[in-house]
């Protein structure tokens, strides 16, 4: 689980550059967390970094981001979700 201190609760998208960085560095499944504002942020971590998951709290939890409307838009994107 890696969370950007500098990112988080600010939603302004996920620390793509060091989260990718990590995500090449290691051989276990990284989870990005920390900045997620849109359901972009989403889509953007996982096809630029490469991560095996990502999380977020406030967005939910506000009702900013619907987890329905997320998964239906990481689909039309193909991005594999469960």
């Known amino acids: 689980l890696l969370t950007s201190m500098d990112n988080d609760g600010v939603k302004k998208g996920f620390a793509n550059d060091i989260t990718s960085d990590i995500c090449k560095a290691v051989h ?9 504002g ?9 096809e630029l970094s490469g991560v095996s998951a990502a999380l977020a ?10 987890i329905v409307d997320l998964k239906n838009y990481l689909k039309q994107n193909l991005i594999p979700i469960r």
């Open 28 to 36: 276990i499944p990284v989870i990005a967390s920390g900045g997620a």
């Open 38 to 46: 849109t359901m972009e942020d989403f889509k953007n971590v996982f």
């Open 57 to 66: 709290a406030s967005v939910f939890h506000f009702g900013q981001i619907d």
